[in-house]
């Protein structure tokens, strides 16, 4: 079954820095990306997502590349705000009769003032 | 803008007992989901469901799990006999999925279950 590793598990970044994570999958069926911010106690919240057909996809700060080559994708923030600051999820899916999410392990960002 | 509703946000329960956890997926969705959260862990799958059926289980929903969609509406999983390694953040989640095109799955504030 799908596999999805994301690294690195924490990270902290001065306000106005850039932050890059990375997750890299295991089935090459795997056709579909989001991105998951997760907040203090509340649920998961889709911040971005990408399809196999594209290689990159931006909105604002929130970029997100894709390489299906290497199996692997990434998500950048660029002009790191404190409000940032939350654990972050990769995820995976293939396109089963189920969509069912595969997740990564997550990346607690923080970012400084 | 539509969201999933879950009910209660905490459960406390003794070891053994049964427990519902309640959910209202977005109104237009076709696929429902659970996924479980230990705390400090990833999100994990539990179960899928289609059409007043389970589409996909993990092998984390053994026979102490089961899901139920009694009125069209709600969306419940119950948890027959609860374990202490049941403690966790359960979420659930709605999409639109329609076969060969994946869509944003929309989660639950969650429900944190602490069995005791």
């Known amino acids: 079954g799908e596999n999805v590793e994301q690294h690195p598990s924490t990270l902290s970044v001065q306000e106005g820095d850039s932050a890059v994570i990375k997750c890299t999958y295991s089935d090459s069926a795997s056709n579909y990306f989001p991105w998951y911010k997760q907040e203090l106690g509340k649920g998961p919240q889709l911040i971005i997502d990408i399809r196999s057909n594209v290689g990159e996809k931006k909105d604002q700060r929130i970029a997100v590349t894709l390489n299906k080559t290497a199996k692997h994708f990434s998500l950048h923030i660029t002009e790191t705000q404190p409000e940032d600051s939350a654990v972050y999820f990769c995820?995976?899916?293939?396109?089963?009769?189920?969509?069912?999410?595969?997740f990564g392990t997550g990346t607690r960002l923080q970012v400084f003032p | 803008e539509p969201e999933v509703t879950q009910t209660p946000s905490h459960q406390v329960t003794q070891m053994g007992q049964e427990v519902i956890l309640r959910c209202v997926p977005i109104?237009?969705?076709?696929?429902f989901y659970w996924y479980r959260q230990i705390l400090g862990q990833k999100v994990e799958f539990l179960v899928s469901f289609y059409n007043n059926e389970i589409s996909e289980k993990s092998e984390i929903f053994d026979d102490q799990f089961s899901v139920e969609r009694p009125d069209g509406s709600n969306f419940t999983l119950k948890i027959r006999s609860t374990k202490l390694e049941d403690s966790a953040m359960y979420f659930c989640?709605?999409?639109?999925?329609?076969?060969?095109?994946?869509?944003?799955?929309?989660f639950g504030q969650g429900t944190r279950l602490t069995v005791v």
């Open positions: 995820a995976a899916s293939s396109p089963t009769n189920t969509d069912k999410l595969i």
């Open positions: 109104s237009n969705h076709l696929y």
């Open positions: 989640a709605s999409s639109q999925y329609q076969g060969s095109t994946n869509t944003e799955a929309f």
